[in-house]
C-alpha cells in the first residue's frame, strides 16, 4: 500500500511557475513508475507528465512539453512537477499516481494504482 500527498500548490500569474511535490509512503516507492494527472473544471482528468522507476524515462502531454518537468527522489520517497511559463489553461487540481507496473500506456489513468488527494493549480491571466 501507498500513500500520496500532495503539496505546492496555489495562485500564480500567467507566466510565472510553481513546483508540486507528492510525498509517498511505503518500503516500494523506487520500484513503482509516477504519473501526474491534472483536472479542470467540467472536464475529464488528463495525463501531465509521468516517470519510470528511476526517472531516466519521462513522458509529457503535448501541452505541457517543454514547459513542465517532472523529477523524482527515491531516496526520499518524492516525486516533483517543477511548472514553469504557466498558462491559465493550466488551472486544474493537480493528482499524482503510482503504478506498481511500469507499461507504455503511462499516459492512461487506469494504469495507476494509488492515488493523491490532489492540490489545486489556479492561474490568473
Known amino acids: 500500500q501507498v500513500q500520496l500527498v500532495e503539496s505546492g500548490g496555489g495562485l500564480v500569474q500567467a507566466g510565472g511557475s510553481l513546483r508540486l511535490s507528492c510525498a509517498a509512503s511505503?518500503?516500494?516507492?523506487?520500484?513503482?513508475?509516477m504519473g501526474w494527472f491534472r483536472q479542470a473544471p467540467g472536464k475529464e482528468r488528463e495525463f501531465v507528465a509521468a516517470c519510470n522507476w528511476s526517472g531516466g524515462r519521462t513522458y509529457y502531454a503535448d501541452s505541457v512539453s517543454g514547459r513542465f518537468t517532472i523529477s523524482r527522489d527515491n531516496d526520499r520517497n518524492t516525486v516533483d512537477l517543477q511548472m514553469n511559463s504557466l498558462k491559465p489553461e493550466d488551472t486544474a487540481i493537480y493528482y499524482c499516481?503510482?503504478?506498481?507496473?511500469?507499461?507504455?500506456?503511462?499516459?492512461?489513468?487506469?494504469?495507476?494504482?494509488?492515488w493523491g488527494q490532489g492540490t489545486q493549480v489556479t492561474v490568473s491571466s
Open positions: 511505503g518500503r516500494l516507492f523506487a520500484s513503482y513508475a
Open positions: 499516481a503510482a503504478d506498481k507496473d511500469w507499461s507504455l500506456r503511462y499516459f492512461s489513468e487506469d494504469e495507476y494504482d494509488y
